[in-house]
């Protein structure tokens, strides 16, 4: 009798592969065709929500940077902190309230928000994606004028409301977020914006990773939050949108509450501006940002198509 050879016959235990391994294969395929469209492209990825304040989803969210980046995508992450700025400025004794989803931001309150998104929330992002394998650079709208901005107030109710050091992005000088990516690294970018006499004002991260999806020419802006979506009627929850287009969405905003407001605007900002698409996603949902590429989820806006 002639002993079988270990390398031509089958192990008995990898005969029948189990089915989840075969699962596993089979979206392996299938996520080639979006691994295609995207590879070489640019994604803006706003961090926020839940999975900004839970250890596993931060971890997963970070690994899921490093897979992109692996993959040939170049993935550029905009981090919120909303909750981290929160807890500092209440341990500082310095108050602080939103309106229309915005911070107003005092005098007292300003070089807070930098200390925490700056100082703190970027640089941690940074080393999580340093710990699952990628490489990443922190960077501040103030770094080499990435951004401009200037001072903005918002309407509440039809009364103008002063918001003090908050600011639209107006400016982008994308060259620094260029060159990090360049080196085959990913950048975290903080929402701190200079004005025009260099005053540090507090951008809304979603609207700031707008701005830059826009200035990158960046192929989709996803933005992880903490519900499953944008919905028509709050808090309805049968009232999901899947799929919205810029004109459908302009008409929706004046309706939409608190922090939908600055998100929801954001998306349009980046279609009009020519991203060809923007998504919010639920972060609740570990790797969210890699089963949406799989698996489309929560809502996506489009530019309005064009009639025929
Ligand atoms: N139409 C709406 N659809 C979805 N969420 C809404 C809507 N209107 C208000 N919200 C609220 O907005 C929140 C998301 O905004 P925000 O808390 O600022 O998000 P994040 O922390 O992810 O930046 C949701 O958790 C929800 O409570
Ligand atoms: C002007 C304004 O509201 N700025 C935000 C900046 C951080 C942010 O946007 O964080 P999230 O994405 O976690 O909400 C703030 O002060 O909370």
Redesign the pocket.
């Known amino acids: 009798m002639t002993e079988p050879h270990p390398e031509t016959e089958p192990h008995p235990e990898t005969e029948t592969p189990a089915s989840d391994a075969v699962a596993k294969a089979a979206a392996l395929v299938e996520s080639l065709a979006w691994l295609r469209s995207l590879r070489g492209r640019i994604v803006v990825v706003k961090f ?1 929500g839940n999975a ?1 304040v839970d250890d596993a989803l931060k971890h997963d969210f970070a690994a899921d940077m490093v897979y992109l980046r692996e993959v040939g995508v170049l993935p550029v992450v905009v981090h ?4 981290q ?1 929160s807890a500092a400025l209440a341990a500082r004794g310095i108050p602080s309230e939103f309106r229309g989803g ?2 107003v ?1 005092t005098a007292a309150a300003i070089g807070v ?1 930098r200390d925490v ?1 700056a100082g703190a929330v970027g640089p941690e992002l940074a080393s999580l994606i340093a710990a699952a394998g990628g490489s990443a650079q922190p960077v501040s709208g103030e770094t080499d004028g990435l951004f401009v901005g200037t001072r903005r107030g918002t309407i509440v109710d039809g009364e103008e409301v002063d918001l003090g050091f ?1 600011g639209d992005v107006t400016a982008v000088n994308p060259a620094v977020v260029r060159a990090i990516l360049e080196a085959g690294q990913i950048p975290v970018v903080s ?1 701190i914006a200079p004005d025009a006499d260099g005053q540090a004002l ?5 609207s700031a990773a707008a701005s830059l999806a826009v200035a990158l020419g960046a192929e989709k802006l996803v933005i992880l939050t903490d519900v499953a979506g944008l919905y028509r009627d709050w808090p309805d929850r049968a009232s999901l949108v899947s799929a919205i287009d810029a004109t459908d969405l302009t008409a929706l905003l004046p309706t939409l509450e608190s ?1 939908m407001i600055p998100k929801m605007t954001a998306c349009l900002e980046a279609v009009d501006g020519g991203v060809p698409v923007a998504t919010i996603i639920d972060g609740r949902i570990p790797h969210s940002v890699l089963l949406e590429a799989f698996a489309p989820s929560g809502t996506t806006v489009v530019p309005t198509p064009e009639k025929s």
């Open positions: 926020g900004m919120g902190g909303g909750p700025i915005l911070r931001t928000v998104l908050v929402s507090n951008v809304n991260a979603d922090g």
